[in-house]
């Protein structure tokens, strides 16, 4: 971690998506998206027997609680960005938080990619952070753009790059693994080792599909996807020794 001691933290950029299934159900699928889902499904269920045919109320059952996290199934509706910035006022280091809620997922794309575009143009002197970024923010948004047909800004064009061209990832996960590969850690988790709040909110990630198809609450998704950004945030301060953000120090 301390390796990351030397990076301006004003040039980080904290950010979390929130991705929902395609459809509001399996059974609007397309016929083709169906058989498809179908293979994927087999994997998920760990059902590789050809022989074991998969139900329809398990297909339907799967596809709510797995197809968002697919990119080929899924799309984003909210993504969040944090900045750290010094207040001149007390010098204390303080945050800013916005969201961008959109059903058009070409939209959102596009308005996260002007801002990477305007202010993080520099892969050697500018950073994106954030929670397992590296396997699912980063290439979930990739893929979409690539679905959209949308060119990729300088700080997500890294198809074939090599590892140490892609520096300014910082995965907070990856941070706290110190070359660990075996396993996950949850937000939450870290939250209550290091000592900062944890990211809970009155909804969390398994039921954001349901909050946007049958709520259609965008405003209550953007919340909690900008308290899943302060918490990266928080951990990366923690990583530097540095004093934690409190409420008074978050602004929208």
């Not at 923010?137 to 198809?159: A, K, N």
């Amino acid at each position: 971690m301390d390796s990351i001691a030397r990076i301006d933290t004003t040039k980080v950029l904290f950010l979390d998506i929130e991705t929902v299934s395609g459809c509001p159900v399996y059974e609007d699928l397309s016929e083709d998206l169906k058989a498809l889902w179908a293979l994927k499904a087999r994997s998920i269920l760990k059902r590789y027997d050809s022989d074991d045919p998969i139900q329809e109320d398990e297909l339907s059952a799967t596809y709510l609680d797995r197809a968002a996290i697919y990119a080929e199934f899924g799309k984003i509706v909210c993504i969040s960005v944090g900045v750290l910035y010094r207040d001149r006022a007390d010098q204390q280091i303080k945050i800013r938080l916005k969201s961008s809620a959109n059903d058009d997922e070409a939209q959102l794309l596009k308005d996260f990619s002007a801002l990477l575009d305007q202010y993080y143009k520099n892969p050697s002197t500018h950073f994106m952070c954030g929670h397992n970024i590296k396997e699912f923010d980063v290439p979930y948004m990739c893929r979409r753009m690539v679905v959209h047909q949308l060119p990729f800004p300088t700080l997500l064009d890294i198809s074939g790059k090599k590892p140490w061209e892609t520096k300014h990832q910082l995965d907070t996960m990856e941070l706290w693994k110190f070359g660990d590969r075996k396993a996950y850690t949850s937000l939450k988790l870290l939250a209550a080792t290091l000592g900062f709040p944890s990211p809970i909110d009155d909804i969390d990630g398994s039921m954001v599909g349901r909050v946007y198809w049958e709520d259609k609450d965008l405003d209550r998704i953007a919340h909690y996807c900008e308290k899943d950004t302060l918490a990266p945030a928080q951990q990366y301060l923690r990583s530097q020794r540095t004093q934690l953000l409190t409420e008074d120090h978050v602004t929208h």
